[in-house]
């Protein structure tokens, strides 16, 4: 079955620090690939998305790009704030299954000022 | 535009009582999820529908879950009895399949709390 990895946490950083999460996943057709962000006390919101291989998603000074060659769809942020601080989680869909998301652990992210 | 509506934001009762759960899907989303999150356990998948029709319950616990979606505008969750180890955070999602691989909206969460 699909499945989604990354690092564990938490990330510990200072601000203007460069940031990468990494995420690899397995799958049995051509997943789409997400990030999401969950802020304390809050759902998760959509970061950002690539649909197919070499697409690179980008939203709020974060990008990832997806790599069908290495499964990977690692995130990173070149000057993080403290506003950042949060937790990430990487996550797959195949549209075969109806859209139904494959979630990594999350990765907690706290930057310090 | 609103988006997913879930309530109440937090419920807190005693082990042994009904606990009902409420999700309100953007507008013209065709598919919903449910998932409950825990320290232990992450997030976790339990039910989805699809045009108000569950597709996949794998992930309900026990049968002591049940969800419905009695029309397009309206989900429920239900826990009967509750317990202990059911305390956690349920969110609600919604999506639009289309043309292509679209994102989940996820609602805001029920901290749920059984003592």
């Known amino acids: 079955g699909d499945s989604v990895t990354q690092m564990e946490g938490p990330v510990t950083l200072s601000e203007e620090a460069f940031l990468t999460i990494n995420c690899t996943y397995t799958?049995?057709?051509?997943?789409?690939l997400f990030w999401y962000v969950q802020y304390p006390g809050e759902g998760l919101q959509l970061l950002l998305k690539a649909t197919k291989a070499d697409d690179k998603g980008s939203n709020k000074g974060f990008e990832a790009t997806y790599r069908k060659e290495t499964t990977s769809f690692h995130l990173e942020k070149g000057s993080v704030q403290v506003s950042d601080s949060a937790v990430y989680f990487c996550?797959?869909?195949?549209?075969?299954?109806?859209?139904?998301?494959?979630f990594g652990g999350g990765t907690r992210v706290l930057v310090k000022p | 535009d609103a988006g997913v509506i879930q309530s109440p934001r937090h419920e807190v009762t005693e082990m042994g009582q009904e606990v009902t759960l409420r999700c309100k899907p953007i507008?013209?989303?065709?598919?919903l999820f449910w998932y409950r999150q825990t320290m232990m356990r992450g997030l976790e998948l339990l039910i989805y529908f699809n045009n108000n029709v569950p597709i996949d319950d794998s992930g309900m616990p026990e049968d002591r879950f049940s969800a419905k979606m009695p029309n397009a505008s309206f989900s429920t969750l239900k826990i009967q009895p509750s317990e202990p180890r059911d305390s956690a955070v349920y969110f609600c999602?919604?999506?639009?399949?289309?043309?292509?691989?679209?994102?989940?909206?996820f609602g805001d969460g029920t901290r749920l709390s059984i003592l």
């Open positions: 507008s013209g989303h065709d598919y």
């Open positions: 999602a919604s999506s639009l399949l289309g043309l292509g691989n679209q994102p989940q909206h």
């Open positions: 996550a797959l869909s195949e549209r075969a299954a109806g859209n139904k998301l494959t």
């Open positions: 799958a049995t057709g051509y997943p789409s």
